[in-house]
């Protein structure tokens, strides 16, 4: 299944470093002890159990390097569709917390966020990621008072977070994803 999303010059790759690795384990352990019973010997076990490391090694660097899709291609997000009716989500904001609905997946496109301050000191609601059109925050909001947040948001991975100094590193942060 992860052969199938890769481009061409990654299956190539991965393919490649498969075929070396396979190789020498196949030559290592069927071509080499019948040529040299006692392979690899006293002097060459050492030369061996690097090579089999250096080898897993590159194995393991190619499938970090090969085994996803290239940042330029990942960076792609579907626009948002525009005209579409926003989404509307409710927030609740309390003294270092933010409570989303249930479901944390939505759709790529326009989306408002009604933020409901449920604290006893004033926050706001920012929005972080990779594909954000709109304003990226709600003004400071008093306790008990309500504000609304609209903006278009790609397919990724997003932060919800209130931007007053301390609240995000107290926990006032939720993640959502698009897409």
């Given at each position: 299944?992860?052969?199938a999303g890769l481009s061409t010059g990654h299956k190539i790759g991965l393919g490649v470093v498969a075929v070396v690795f396979i190789a020498f384990a196949l030559a290592s352990s069927f071509l080499a002890p019948r040529r040299r019973p006692d392979f690899p010997?006293?002097?060459?076990?050492?030369?061996?159990v690097i090579a089999c490391f250096v080898l897993f090694a590159a194995m393991i660097a190619a499938v970090e390097t090969f085994g996803g899709e290239?940042?330029?291609?990942?960076?792609?997000?579907?626009?948002?569709?525009?005209g579409a009716p926003a989404k509307?989500?409710?927030?609740?904001?309390?003294?270092?917390?933010?409570?989303?609905?249930?479901?944390?997946?939505?759709?790529a496109g326009k989306v408002t966020f009604v933020v409901q301050n449920a604290g006893k000191i004033p926050h706001d609601l920012a929005v972080k990621g990779p594909a954000v059109t709109g304003p990226a925050k709600t003004p400071?909001?008093?306790?008990?008072q309500n504000?609304?947040?609209?903006?278009?948001l790609g397919t990724g991975s997003y932060t919800l977070y209130c931007s007053v100094p301390g609240h995000e590193a107290a926990g006032m942060k939720a993640e959502l994803s698009v897409g």
């Open positions: 299944m992860l052969l010997g006293k002097n060459g076990l050492s030369v061996f290239s940042a330029a291609k990942g960076a792609e997000h579907p626009a948002p569709k525009e509307t989500i409710k927030v609740s904001e309390s003294e270092f917390k933010i409570v989303l609905p249930a479901a944390k997946t939505l759709p400071l909001i008093s306790p008990g504000a609304k947040l609209t903006v278009s």
